[in-house]
């Protein structure tokens, strides 16, 4: 999300994920999902942030939606072998599972849990809603192999019809999920939609800032992702939703400063 052509303007020249660390700690590694980058690549992005900057890959979706967890062996190693240069910079992994993945499938998600090898963290997104109605099967299973589960609040996008061209679009895109604010680790994740409006945003995140709080409170240390159906305004969101939190937790650090991009020379006239 870090090269959106929506966000070059607030960033000062150079690499774009050197230039959208300034402005947020976390991205979502949401390009893994199409395709495995090269592992050439993936250095890059460890050279553009520092050490505790989170970047969260999402396993590609050859393993997760085409191949459903079975026969992914080799698709895995290639993967793995890529991401391995963030190093800390990669606090989970993000399986992203299809909403036809339901309980019934449980057993394979557990098997691919225990297969997976304990160099690192993983958090699960779900989408089939009977995982909201009865959640119990699922948290045992992420618990059992010490993994989050990953909501997708897409509660206060729904509440209303769309008003813009993005958010009718988003409106038959996103998925309806219901909030889900119980975290199963010290490092729980948390997705967000809100509206192409800023304040219905702020609005609509207010329960969140509660949530993270207490989660900070209790020794945790979340991660919050932001999004609008047109993303251009997620950067300054997701930094305002920071500065929330702070305000209730003040031993929180700040965000950096980011760097202003430099001004156009003004034009040469005669006088």
């Known amino acids: 999300m870090w090269s959106l052509k929506a966000w070059q303007s607030r960033f000062a020249a150079g690499d774009r994920l050197r230039a959208y660390a300034q402005w947020c700690n976390a991205v979502e590694g949401n390009t893994t999902f199409y395709a495995t980058p090269a592992r050439e690549t993936v250095a890059t992005w460890a050279a553009q942030t520092a050490a505790d900057f989170r970047l969260i890959p999402k396993l590609p979706r050859r393993i997760t939606h085409e191949l459903r967890l079975s026969g992914f062996e080799a698709e895995l190693r290639t993967f793995l072998?890529?991401?391995?240069?963030?190093?800390?910079?990669?606090?989970?992994?993000?399986?992203?599972?299809?909403?036809?993945?339901?309980?019934?499938?449980?057993?394979?998600?557990?098997?691919?849990?225990r297969s997976m090898p304990?160099?690192?963290?993983?958090?699960?997104?779900?989408?089939?809603?009977?995982?909201?109605?009865?959640?119990?099967?699922?948290?045992?299973?992420?618990?059992?192999?010490?993994?989050?589960?990953?909501?997708?609040?897409?509660?206060?996008?729904?509440a209303t019809p769309p008003t813009?061209?993005?958010?009718?679009?988003?409106?038959?895109?996103?998925?309806?999920?219901?909030?889900r604010d119980t975290a199963l680790t010290?490092?729980?994740?948390?997705?967000?939609?809100?509206?192409?409006?800023?304040a219905r945003t702020v609005a609509g995140w207010q329960p969140w800032v509660a949530t993270v709080a207490g989660w900070l409170r209790e020794?945790?240390?979340?991660?919050?992702?932001?999004?609008?159906?047109?993303?251009?305004?997620?950067?300054?969101?997701a930094r305002r939703f920071h500065a929330e939190v702070r305000a209730r937790v003040p031993g929180l650090p700040a965000l950096p400063e980011p760097t202003p991009p430099p001004v156009a020379d003004e034009p040469l006239t005669l006088f």
Do not use: C
Not at 137 to 150: H, P, Q, T
Not at 164 to 178: F, Q
């Open 81 to 113: 072998d890529a991401v391995e240069p963030l190093g800390p910079r990669a606090p989970a992994l993000w399986i992203q599972l299809p909403g036809s993945f339901g309980p019934g499938d449980l057993a394979v998600l557990a098997r691919f849990l």
């Open 118 to 158: 304990s160099a690192f963290r993983y958090a699960v997104e779900v989408r089939h809603p009977e995982f909201f109605t009865a959640p119990r099967g699922l948290e045992e299973v992420l618990a059992n192999a010490g993994a989050e589960w990953i909501p997708f609040d897409t509660t206060a996008f729904f």
């Open 164 to 179: 813009s061209d993005a958010e009718r679009d988003a409106w038959l895109k996103k998925p309806r999920m219901p909030r």
């Open 186 to 198: 010290d490092r729980p994740i948390v997705r967000y939609l809100g509206r192409d409006d800023p």
């Open 219 to 237: 020794g945790r240390s979340p991660t919050f992702f932001v999004h609008t159906p047109d993303n251009a305004d997620a950067p300054e969101l």
